[in-house]
């Protein structure tokens, strides 16, 4: 099927700040890389694309934390059981 989508012009201005500087959001429709085949949205650090953390939107039969080449494997919010992070460091 045909990944989730929104209107950016309506949508994105709802959108929050990032919680830290230097971090940005990125939104991930990786349904055609066979290890994730996911939409995710994506916490990254700015100056370098490293993941920080992820919340998966929409799995289609893998993994939704798979590498996107894009800086690792970053951790999906909602299966955390941390319920914070810290501006200084990126989550082990």
């Not at 929104?6 to 500087?21: E, I, L, N, T």
């Not at 990786?30 to 290890?35: D, H, K, V």
């Amino acid at each position: 099927g045909d990944g989730p989508s929104f209107v950016g012009s309506q949508d994105f201005p709802k959108w929050p700040k990032p919680p830290c500087a230097g971090w940005i959001y990125s939104w991930d429709n990786f349904y055609s890389i066979p290890n994730v085949k996911a939409v995710r949205i994506t916490v990254r650090r700015a100056s370098d694309f490293a993941s920080i953390w992820s919340f998966c939107l929409e799995s289609y039969g893998g993994n939704c934390a798979g590498d996107d080449g894009n800086g690792g494997h970053p951790p999906e919010l909602s299966d955390s059981g941390v319920k914070h992070a810290y501006c200084n460091e990126l989550p082990s």
